[in-house]
């Protein structure tokens, strides 16, 4: 039993039963992405604020009420959600904000936010009863189904750029996947997994095209909103690729708002890498998002490079609706952001992640915060996910270790040190 009311296109407005395999629109094909509503009638007199104080699961399962599934999943799958929080009052006085928070999506179990939205697919898999799940990913939402499939023994089948990271190509391999090495983009591995899926009838997790991925992608949101004990910050920040995730974040706040839960809903802030800004294009332009054709793309920041962001519907929403902005950071500026970070707060980000920091400095730089302003920034992935980015990001801010021989003098060793 859930409160599923069906599945809504996101460009026309058709409405679609939830069936195992039913992904996308019939007349818009993969732009026209299904959106899941809810009857909230039900949902309000199910759920409340009271009631999950006194829960002690805290996974995102403590939500499921407000999520698309029939049951509970299976005991053994591993824990998803539970981030904490990190309060980083230097950070806001560094940039003048009267606060700042991030949520550590770097301690979810495969260390990145898509650990939510696998938990969702996986789940929905078994409750469908497909054999195989599959997925293209440019790594992290790989590494996520990958680790979440293994927990409950469901076979999985992973496409993704031969160029994607060598940790995040080693995290798949451990956990037993069968990993498809694409000598291409993302772009193109996407376009396989879609084939490959449609032929042998493997459940699809892709994201902008599985309606459910985005569910547990709001999970975050909700979590944010519960730690600050339903008080709204008055500003997320979160980094764009697919769109997907700040399209979930924004649908979490929406929930939560209209079930009356917080009495406003924050800005949302959408970060892109300046080498792909595809949405921070179309805001600014106005253009229409359902036709704008796929753009050149290329970023050091490997999780949010994304020619033609699959849910980009969605993500423009999220802002427009929100009344926050769209903004474009350059690859100097994530870099820049991966120690700044760290040294400030001990969260350790990947290039994406830290771009969603490198935007609350860009907006601060710009006007669009004032000093006042409350602000969540999601960290959305750990550092060691792209170790080479962080020797690179070290590098370029000029610190590196002090190379001694066994035997210095310790007097010495001492005046090397600042
Ligand atoms: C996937 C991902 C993003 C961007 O999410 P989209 O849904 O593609 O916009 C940002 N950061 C990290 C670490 C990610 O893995
Ligand atoms: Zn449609």
Same mark, same amino acid.
């Given at each position: ?62 939500y499921?009420?407000l ?8 005991? &053994? ?30 301690? &979810? ?68 996947? &069968? ?39 709001k999970t975050?949101a909700l979590e944010?909103l519960e ?25 979490g706040?929406?929930d939560a ?82 120690? &700044? ?78």
């Amino acid at each position: 039993m859930n409160h599923v009311a069906g599945l809504r296109c996101v460009v026309c407005g058709a409405m679609y039963e939830p069936e195992p395999d039913r992904y996308t629109c019939d007349d818009d094909g993969l732009v026209g992405c299904l959106d899941v509503q809810y009857d909230y009638g039900r949902l309000a007199a199910a759920l409340n604020p009271a009631m999950l104080a006194h829960r002690q699961d805290p996974t995102i399962w403590r939500y499921v009420e407000l999520l698309p599934l029939v049951g509970v999943p299976p005991v &053994q799958m591993v824990p998803v959600g539970g981030t904490p929080l990190v309060h980083a009052p230097r950070l806001a006085s560094e940039v003048g904000l009267g606060a700042v928070s991030i949520k550590d999506e770097g301690r &979810q179990p495969s260390a990145s936010l898509k650990d939510r939205a696998s938990a969702v697919a996986v789940a929905k898999a078994l409750e469908f009863g497909s054999e195989v799940i599959t997925t293209a990913s440019t790594g992290n939402a790989a590494a996520a189904l990958a680790a979440v499939s293994a927990s409950v023994g469901l076979a999985s089948v992973i496409f993704v750029p031969g160029s994607a990271p060598e940790a995040k190509i080693a995290q798949l391999l451990a956990y037993g996947s &069968q990993v498809v090495l694409v000598d291409g983009t993302y772009g193109d591995a996407f376009d396989m997994c879609q084939a490959a899926s449609a032929r042998f009838g493997w459940y699809n997790r892709n994201t902008g095209v599985n309606p459910y991925v985005a569910e547990g992608k709001k999970t975050v949101a909700l979590e944010i909103l519960e730690q600050r004990d339903w008080r709204p910050p008055d500003a997320v920040f979160v980094s764009v690729g697919d769109g997907s995730i700040v399209g979930g974040v924004a649908k979490g706040l929406a929930d939560a708002h209209r079930l009356g839960w917080i009495d406003r809903m924050p800005r949302v802030f959408g970060i892109q890498a300046a080498g792909s800004d595809y949405m921070v294009q179309a805001f600014e332009s106005g253009e229409d998002i359902v036709t704008k054709p796929a753009i050149e793309a290329s970023t050091v920041a490997d999780s949010i490079w994304a020619g033609l962001p699959r849910d980009r519907v969605k993500a423009l929403a999220a802002v427009v609706d929100t009344n926050g902005e769209y903004l474009r950071v350059t690859d100097e500026e994530i870099l820049a952001a991966i120690p &700044q970070l760290a040294a400030a707060t001990g969260v350790f980000a990947e290039p994406a992640a830290a771009a969603g920091w490198a935007g609350v400095v860009a907006a601060r730089a710009a006007g669009h915060l004032s000093a006042a302003d409350d602000v969540v920034f999601i960290s959305t992935g750990s550092g060691l996910k792209d170790v080479p980015a962080a020797m690179r990001a070290v590098g370029d801010a000029g610190v590196s270790g002090v190379e001694v021989a066994p035997d210095i003098d310790l007097d010495e060793l001492r005046a090397r040190l600042t």
